[in-house]
């Protein structure tokens, strides 16, 4: 059972364009973060957000998590070739030391 | 300060051979991951310590993964012997806390394991 639900799983645009990637559960999460991965290295923590409807922007990149800590999304603008990568939301429960990984979204960025 | 250091980065094995896997978490972390990550797909833990106790190993395959963190610093992630499906790149992760409310992980790079 996938517990987070990523979409979409492929996403191939070109530079310039904006996307949204989404990360659903039906479960509660005190916490979510998302990471972003390049092909041969391991996950680079992105954000964490913990509060329901928390938005956070990091230059080009908002997050945002759902009112009922049950979802959250990733919106880039004006993406740029230097976006590409497999991007991974991953929610966890307090005082469980377990984060639950989603199966991740593959962003391609076209110059 | 210096992040996750796995090694090898690249192991190329046959089938029904062991192999290793080593990590040496950042300084100070108590927590240690080992995790499996198929290629496109999200980390799927294996073994999770606390100092040096194994405090969650439900996702070890235990009839050929070993795994220990002898002095609750570095850890060794073993197979034998190994299978064709066991090709993917195996993830070690260390955190601050105890199971705190954020559990924020800082990764290594990876060994990817091919076995042919």
């Known amino acids: 059972t996938q517990l987070l639900e990523q979409s979409p799983q492929f996403l191939s645009i070109q530079e310039g364009e904006n996307l949204t990637v989404y990360c659903n559960s039906s479960?509660?999460?005190?916490?979510l973060q998302w990471y972003r991965q390049e092909p041969g290295e391991g996950p680079v923590l992105l954000v964490t957000v913990v509060t329901g409807g928390e938005v956070k922007k990091l230059k080009r990149l908002t997050f945002q998590f759902g009112d009922a800590r049950k979802d959250s999304s990733l919106h880039i603008t004006a993406a740029q070739p230097g976006d590409t990568g497999l991007y991974l939301c991953a929610g966890a429960r307090r005082n469980t030391g377990k984060l639950i990984f989603g199966q991740g979204t593959t962003l391609q960025v076209k110059p | 300060e210096a992040g996750v250091v796995q090694s090898p980065r690249y192991k190329i094995i046959e089938k029904k051979q062991p192999v290793a896997f080593w990590c040496n978490p950042i300084s100070g972390h108590n927590t240690l991951y080992w995790y499996r990550q198929n290629l496109g797909q999200g980390p799927e833990l294996l073994i999770r310590?606390?100092?040096?106790?194994?405090?969650?190993d439900s996702q070890l395959p235990k009839d050929r993964f070993s795994a220990e963190r002898l002095k609750g610093v570095d850890s060794t992630l073993k197979i034998q012997p190994a299978e064709l499906g066991d090709s993917a790149v195996y993830l070690c992760a260390s955190s601050s806390g105890l199971a705190g409310l954020y559990n924020e992980q800082f990764f290594g790079p990876g060994t990817r394991l091919t076995v042919l």
């Open positions: 310590y606390e100092n040096e106790e194994a405090v969650d």
């Open positions: 479960s509660v999460f005190s916490s």
